[in-house]
């Protein structure tokens, strides 16, 4: 039996755009597989083949997106060994380096849902989407202050929240994706419906909760399950300025009003 893939070629297009979106060098998860080998092998003396080469990566990746596949294999495919890297504070940040195959599908998924969750979420997010997002927020600081600096009535409240991505409730997560992005959902919840595996050296842990740091999906993820509780400020409280970069926000208005923003995080939070 011979079986056929119509392979629209804007999908291949973008595939090849996303293959060469990696940074040089990116690292391979535990299967060895880099960008780098899919470029060699579709470049240079591998063009001849390369159009083939790309149908078919092409169809692995409509598998995946498309949810067409054994769900036993979403423990593994899910999987990633942790790095982890040292904060300022000698915390420790963990960062799943999963396969490329798995940051392939990531990133093709983004391309697809990418301006429009940008505008769902950048009228406060200005970590997804927005180019300098960081110095974004900091001349809105500075402007509101500059503007209202002899306000005595004004406060400033910086809120950073801890240990956030690992605590993501999965359930919260899955709910928003379906409800915002459904073209991804199956996808999604192929990487975090189920447990997966986090290696650590020789031994693993089974990642049950939270957003895995590391991956193209991961920012955009946590964003996307914080942003209803934003819009609860935004509803509940008149601020000059409400502006987050991921986990970081930064308010600034009349203080009893700030006061009523802090005790919404207070209880959302946890």
Not at 20 to 34: A, E, P
Not at 39 to 54: F, I, N, Q, T, Y
Not at 90 to 112: D, E, F, Y
Not at 235 to 240: A, E, Q, Y
Request: contains cysteine; glycine residues 10%; charged residues 20%.
């Amino acid at each position: 039996m011979v079986i056929i893939y119509r392979i629209h070629s804007r999908r291949t297009d973008t595939i090849l755009k996303c293959i060469k979106s990696f940074f040089k060098g990116t690292s391979c998860g535990r299967d060895g597989l880099r960008a780098q080998h899919l470029l060699d092998v579709l470049c240079g003396e591998g063009s001849v083949v390369a159009r083939d080469l790309l149908c078919a990566i092409t169809v692995v990746v409509n598998l995946l997106l498309g949810g067409r596949y054994p769900l036993s294999l979403a423990e593994f495919v899910a999987s990633a060994p942790l790095t982890r890297l040292l904060k300022p504070d000698s915390g420790i940040h963990p960062i799943a380096v999963g396969t490329i195959w798995r940051r392939l599908v990531s990133k093709v998924a983004m391309k697809g849902v990418g301006k429009d969750m940008a505008k769902y979420l950048n009228d406060f997010q200005f970590d997804v989407g927005v180019s300098g997002g960081a110095e974004v927020i900091l001349h809105s600081v500075n402007r509101v202050l500059n503007l209202r600096h002899g306000d005595g009535s004004l406060t400033m409240l910086t809120v950073d929240f801890s240990n956030t991505f690992n605590l993501v409730d999965r359930s919260a997560l899955l709910r928003e994706v379906r409800l915002r992005c459904p073209s991804i959902c199956l996808w999604v919840e192929f990487l975090y419906g189920q447990a997966s595996r986090l290696y650590l050296g020789d031994g693993h842990i089974m990642s049950v909760t939270g957003v895995q740091q590391g991956g193209p999906l991961g920012p955009f993820l946590f964003a996307l399950v914080l942003h209803p509780r934003i819009h609860q400020i935004r509803d509940s409280c008149k601020l000059l300025l409400h502006a987050w970069y991921l986990d970081d926000e930064t308010l600034v208005g009349d203080s009893e009003e700030v006061a009523k923003a802090q005790d919404i995080i207070w209880v959302f939070g946890p």
